[in-house]
Antibody
Framework: QVTLRESGPALVKPTQTLTLTCTFS??????????VSWIRQPPGKALEWLAR???????FYSTSLKTRLTISKDTSKNQVVLTMTNMDPVDTATYYC?????????????WGQGTMVSVSS | EIVLTQSPGTLSLSPGERATLSCRAS???????LAWYQQKPGQAPRLLIY???SRATGIPDRFSGSGSGTDFTLTISRLEPEDFAVYYC??????????FGQGTKLEIK
């Protein structure tokens, strides 16, 4: 059974750096074709893709946020970490990690429950 | 960047009725690269359809996807009470890799 779980602070201050961890099970990010993404959703709004990391270490970022994002993986711990710098109240959202559909990499087939992050002083 | 526009914003129907949700892309999208999700309040999205028309694992056959080019449709043949939720389309492309529509809320009439 594939599961993903996000963890991180519920509250950060403006200008701080956010660090989120996605811990997964049921698959290995060292297996060819496996990828994990981060997606966020502000309250009452639509989904926004943030970043993806692939089994081979390739990384991809949202065009609008790429200067603030870093994605990394620890294969031995089955974890993917996302950092976002210079947090602002508009970054308040639920942050999800999701496994990318194996084979096509065109969609997200398994999602974590999400973690709500508020940005406020 | 490809923009996905979903319509209607809200759809009010009764259980047993047929629901038709639309997703229009600002540029042509490969059918292989269009997906649909269902999201219920307080829950993560759930993949329903990928490749425009392939049902994800465990998705009932009352859900179907169709379309090509810039126009895609999610159809729910006979609405069950548990189908009332928000639905998002999503495309896979270049820069950014993934974009989502703004969602259609399917509510009970």
């Amino acid at each position: 059974q594939v599961t993903l779980r996000e963890s991180g602070p519920a509250l950060v201050k403006p200008t701080q750096t956010l660090t989120l961890t996605c811990t997964f099970s049921g698959f290995s990010l060292s297996t060819s074709g496996m990828c994990v993404s981060w997606i966020r959703q502000p309250p009452g709004k639509a989904l926004e893709w943030l970043a993806r990391i692939d089994w081979d270490g390739d990384k991809f970022y949202s065009t609008s946020l790429k200067t603030r994002l870093t994605i990394s993986k620890d294969t031995s711990k089955n974890q993917v970490v996302l950092t976002m710098t210079n947090m602002d109240p508009v970054d308040t959202a639920t942050y999800y990690c999701a496994r990318v559909l194996v084979g096509g990499r065109t969609a997200f087939d398994i999602w974590g429950q999400g973690t709500m992050v508020s940005v406020s002083s | 960047e490809i923009v996905l526009t979903q319509s209607p914003g809200t759809l009010s129907l009764s259980p047993g009725e047929r629901a038709t949700l639309s997703c229009r892309a600002s540029q042509s999208v490969s059918s292989s690269y269009l997906a649909w999700y269902q999201q219920k309040p307080g829950q993560a999205p759930r993949l329903l359809i990928y490749g425009a028309s392939s049902r994800a694992t465990g998705i009932p056959d009352r859900f179907s996807g169709s379309g090509s080019g810039t126009d895609f449709t999610l159809t729910i043949s006979r609405l069950e009470p548990e189908d009332f939720a928000v639905y998002y389309c999503q495309q896979y492309g270049n820069s950014p890799l993934y974009t989502f529509g703004q969602g259609t809320k399917l509510e009970i009439k």
